[in-house]
Structures are given as C-alpha cells and as structure tokens.
C-alpha cells in the first residue's frame, strides 16, 4: 500500500520568510507525486513531479523530486498571508489512477 | 469552462436518513473520483469511475455506500442508512489522459455532511 509522510505537520512563520515543506513516499512502481494546495475548499493543483532533480517552478513556489532518496520538497519564497493554506501531497503508481495524500502540512504565514 | 460541480455543498441530516451526494465532472474528463477529507484520516479516496465503469472501490468504507455513474457528465454517491461517523467532507474530482498535466485531478468545491 502507498504511503507519504509530510512533514512538518504545522509551520507558522512571518511575512517574508521562506519556508520547505516536505515529503516522503513509499510507492510500489511510483509514476508521480504532485502537490495541492487547500484553503477553505478543494485541494488545487500547484505541480507534477515525475523525474528526478529536474525543479518545477511557479512564481514564487519551486518544488524537486528526489527519486532516489524517496522524496519532494516544497519550496515557497517571500512568504505573504495568501500563501496560508494546508498543502498536501499525493503520489500514484502505474497501473491505477488513485492518487493517495499525505496529511498534509498547515501553514500559517503571520502580517 | 465550468469546473467540476457538486451539489449540495452543505448537508444536514439525521442517522438513518439516506443521503445522496452529486457530481458533474468537466466536460471531456474520462476519469471521476469520490474522495471523503476528515481531521483524523485526511483525504481519502473512496471509488474511482473510468468511461463511467468502476474501476477501483477498495476505499468504499462499508456496505452502507454506494456510487454511480450512469452517464459521463453525472455521478452519484450514496449512504444509505447515515451515521454520524459519516460525518466529513466529500470531494468529487475528475481527470483525463488524453492531455497533459496527467495525473491531475481538478477537485469539486466539496460537499460538506453533517449525520446528526
């Protein structure tokens, strides 16, 4: 059975800051991980990570995969308030199209 | 275009009452999800559709649930009799592989039970 683990479960910090999320997985014949952003409503799609070492990046959020060691971080630059959100992250394997999510990380970006 | 629609987005009944959760994937979208988000568990997947058959309902808690598909544009889940550990938010989402970023899902805005 697939498994992630993000860690930290909770992270406050100040306007300005920049923050790493992490993740981990345990995938038989991984194919993919991906991270969402939540708010008050339905997870968003931020990135798809399939290949190792290879930085996605979006404005001020960037994100690698490590396929090796079995991980991804998050990386989120000059934090603002907007950016508080729970972001989870979720991988699939080949062979069936359910994605499964970690518990995802809280964070909390303080004025 | 429209993104995926569910209906309702609050719900409020008692145990036993029978409840039914709609979805309206995006259009062209060939894959469908029902996945249930609670504190303890997170978000779960709990049956996936491909061309409207059932492909994989391992997550389907009990008995108790049920889900349909009968044409590409709707589907339905269904608990029939509730209880209140049924109490949590269902997300309806959809994809396709016939274009690219695969493996994204586009999630529905949610619908919120509440089992009394």
Same mark, same amino acid.
């Given at each position: 059975?697939?498994?992630?683990?993000?860690?930290?479960?909770?992270?406050?910090?100040?306007?300005?800051?920049?923050?790493?999320?992490?993740?981990?997985?345990?995938?038989?014949?991984?194919?993919?991980?991906?991270?969402?952003?939540?708010?008050?409503?339905?997870?968003?799609?931020?990135?798809?990570?399939?290949?190792?070492?290879?930085?996605?990046?979006?404005?001020?959020?960037?994100?690698?995969?490590?396929?090796?060691?079995?991980?991804?971080?998050?990386?989120?630059?000059?934090?603002?308030?907007?950016?508080?959100?729970?972001?989870?992250?979720?991988?699939?394997?080949?062979?069936?199209?359910?994605?499964?999510?970690?518990?995802?990380?809280?964070?909390?970006?303080?004025? | 275009?429209?993104?995926?629609?569910?209906?309702?987005?609050?719900?409020?009944?008692?145990?036993?009452?029978?409840?039914?959760?709609?979805?309206?994937?995006?259009?062209?979208?060939?894959?469908?999800?029902?996945?249930?988000?609670?504190?303890?568990?997170?978000?779960?997947?709990?049956?996936?559709?491909?061309?409207?058959?059932?492909?994989?309902?391992?997550?389907?808690? /009990?008995? $108790?649930? =049920? %889900?349909?598909?009968?044409? @590409? !544009?709707?589907?339905? *889940?269904?608990?029939?009799?509730? /209880?209140? $550990?049924? =109490? %949590?938010?269902?997300?309806? @989402? !959809?994809?396709?592989? *016939?274009?690219?970023?695969?493996?994204?899902?586009?999630?529905?805005?949610?619908?919120?039970?509440?089992?009394?």
């Amino acid at each position: 059975e697939d498994k992630v683990v993000q860690s930290p479960l909770s992270l406050v910090v100040h306007e300005g800051d920049t923050v790493t999320l992490n993740c981990s997985y345990e995938v038989t014949n991984f194919r993919s991980l991906l991270w969402y952003k939540q708010e008050k409503k339905a997870p968003t799609f931020l990135f798809m990570l399939t290949s190792s070492g290879i930085e996605k990046k979006s404005g001020r959020l960037s994100s690698i995969l490590d396929k090796k060691e079995l991980f991804s971080i998050l990386n989120i630059t000059a934090t603002q308030t907007g950016d508080s959100a729970v972001y989870l992250c979720a991988v699939t394997h080949f062979g069936n199209e359910k994605l499964t999510f970690g518990t995802g990380t809280r964070l909390t970006i303080i004025p | 275009d429209a993104g995926v629609i569910q209906s309702p987005r609050h719900e409020v009944t008692e145990m036993g009452q029978e409840v039914t959760l709609r979805c309206k994937p995006i259009s062209g979208h060939d894959y469908l999800f029902w996945y249930r988000q609670t504190m303890m568990r997170g978000l779960e997947l709990l049956i996936y559709f491909n061309n409207n058959v059932p492909i994989d309902d391992s997550g389907m808690p /009990e008995d $108790r649930f =049920s %889900a349909k598909m009968p044409n @590409a !544009s709707f589907s339905t *889940l269904k608990i029939q009799p509730s /209880e209140p $550990r049924d =109490s %949590a938010v269902y997300f309806c @989402a !959809s994809s396709t592989r *016939l274009a690219p970023p695969l493996d994204t899902q586009y999630f529905g805005p949610g619908t919120r039970l509440t089992v009394l």
